[in-house]
């Protein structure tokens, strides 16, 4: 029987579970990015609306990246324990750089003669940003939450380390076993879920260029 075929007999024996890791891995990133999003985009908006505290808000969500991912959730495991909610939160640091700094280049991005002409016909600067400014700056944001959300899936593979389950719990009982087909059975996929999540937001992206084309 070749590796395949044992492969294959696995992932039929063990659908179940495998499923069962594969959805709680992605409501993981899922809820990790959603975090990143509602405190990303706000915090990468008032970097480019105040440029005094932006190499503040822009070096915090660096350092933050520059922490190993282990060393990151141990430190949070102290502070909220073990399990799904401490994954999450460290989802949502790692994601926060690219959409913060994206969020920040798409703003300063806009052409300062279409917001100009918003100001002539009397727009304040809350529609600005609103009618204007953010969804010129989308594009960007879809970069940024790309990349982010890949990030999300690879780092959440060593979400079992904290009791938080996912496909990583797959491949570090493989390591373990020293199981070759367990540790693909779960790889592969976390390797598909990224994928998936590149190509989706990418055709995303590719249509919010489309509609901001001349």
């Given at each position: 029987?070749?590796?395949?075929?044992?492969?294959?007999?696995?992932?039929?024996?063990?659908?179940?579970?495998?499923?069962?890791?594969?959805?709680?891995?992605?409501?993981?990133?899922?809820?990790?990015?959603?975090?990143?999003?509602?405190?990303?985009?706000?915090?990468?908006?008032?970097?480019?609306?105040?440029?005094?505290?932006?190499?503040?808000?822009?070096?915090?969500?660096?350092?933050?990246?520059?922490?190993?991912?282990?060393?990151?959730?141990?430190?949070?495991?102290?502070?909220?324990?073990?399990?799904?909610?401490?994954?999450?939160?460290?989802?949502?640091?790692?994601?926060?750089?690219?959409?913060?700094?994206?969020?920040?280049?798409?703003?300063?991005?806009?052409?300062?003669?279409?917001?100009?002409?918003?100001?002539?016909?009397?727009?304040?600067?809350?529609?600005?940003?609103?009618?204007?400014?953010?969804?010129?700056?989308?594009?960007?944001?879809?970069?940024?939450?790309?990349?982010?959300?890949?990030?999300?899936?690879?780092?959440?593979?060593?979400?079992?380390?904290?009791?938080?389950?996912?496909?990583?719990?797959?491949?570090?009982?493989?390591?373990?076993?020293?199981?070759?087909i367990k540790i693909y059975a779960?790889?592969?996929?976390?390797?598909?879920?990224?994928?998936?999540?590149?190509?989706?937001?990418?055709?995303?992206?590719?249509?919010?260029?489309?509609?901001?084309?001349?």
């Amino acid at each position: 029987m070749n590796f395949l075929t044992e492969l294959g007999t696995y992932v039929v024996e063990n659908q179940s579970e495998l499923l069962s890791m594969t959805w709680t891995h992605i409501l993981m990133v899922i809820y990790g990015i959603a975090l990143a999003l509602l405190v990303g985009v706000p915090l990468g908006i008032l970097a480019a609306k105040f440029e005094k505290i932006a190499p503040f808000i822009l070096s915090s969500t660096n350092i933050l990246q520059l922490i190993p991912s282990l060393a990151m959730l141990a430190i949070l495991m102290l502070y909220f324990g073990l399990g799904f909610q401490t994954m999450v939160i460290g989802l949502f640091f790692y994601s926060l750089l690219p959409i913060v700094r994206n969020t920040y280049v798409g703003i300063k991005e806009v052409d300062k003669s279409v917001t100009e002409a918003g100001k002539g016909i009397g727009m304040t600067p809350g529609q600005l940003l609103r009618k204007i400014e953010v969804p010129l700056s989308l594009p960007f944001l879809m970069a940024g939450l790309r990349v982010g959300s890949v990030i999300a899936v690879a780092v959440a593979c060593i979400g079992p380390y904290i009791g938080a389950g996912g496909l990583g719990d797959e491949i570090i009982s493989g390591i373990s076993l020293q199981s070759e087909i367990k540790i693909y059975a779960g790889a592969i996929p976390a390797t598909l879920i990224a994928i998936i999540a590149d190509a989706v937001l990418g055709r995303f992206e590719a249509k919010t260029k489309a509609r901001m084309a001349p």
